[in-house]
């Protein structure tokens, strides 16, 4: 006797159900995140957002942002 063998698909979207029926949609996104390998290339875009600037330049917005947040 032969089982059908059922499509990585179906297989996906059946244990995407029972995620969601046992912990809830939004603890099924939360599990799922983890195995996520996101996009972009980050040291490209950290050079781009942060090369024209000194430590000196990092240190004074931190101070600037933390006397704005402390009043």
């Known amino acids: ?3 059908p063998t059922k ?6 979207s ?3 159900r ?6 809830g949609a939004a603890d ?5 995140g ?4 996101g996009n972009g290339n980050y040291t490209e875009e950290r050079a781009a ?3 024209h600037l000194t430590l000196d330049d990092v240190l004074a917005e931190i ?3 933390k006397s704005v947040t402390t009043g």
Not at 18 to 23: G, M, P, S, T, Y
Not at 34 to 37: D, I, K
């Open 28 to 32: 099924t996104m939360r599990f799922l």
């Open 7 to 12: 499509s990585l698909s179906d297989i996906t």
């Open 34 to 37: 983890q195995f996520s390998t």
């Open 1 to 3: 006797m032969s089982v």
């Open 63 to 65: 101070r600037q942002d």
């Open 18 to 23: 029972v995620l969601a029926r046992e912990i």
């Open 14 to 16: 059946q244990a995407l």
């Open 49 to 51: 957002l942060f090369d």
